[in-house]
């Protein structure tokens, strides 16, 4: 979700967090004991734009950002978990 994290005088937020969450299991393929099982989240930060067309894009980008950020996490989690 979105959170507005800075506004402007107007009470507009101007600047938002987005996060992405997933639950994650990693089990053994050889006998399907789980290893790993827990929710994480990746996050990332956008700034309004313009207009509404420029606020989708950031939002859109900010969201792809927070994507890569929770698949980092979940790969540095595999491997130090393991």
Known sequence: ???GVAWD???????FRVQ???GITL?????LRVLITEGMA???YYTAGAGVGTT???EEDGTRR???DLAERVAT??????
Not at 9 to 15: I, K, L, S
């Open 1 to 3: 979700g979105n959170e």
């Open 9 to 15: 005088r107007d009470g507009t937020a101007r600047r």
């Open 20 to 22: 992405v969450s997933a």
């Open 27 to 31: 089990r053994d393929r050889r006998n």
């Open 42 to 44: 990746g996050e990332a």
């Open 56 to 58: 989708l894009a950031a």
């Open 66 to 68: 927070a994507l890569r």
């Open 77 to 82: 989690r595999i491997i130090e978990g393991l």
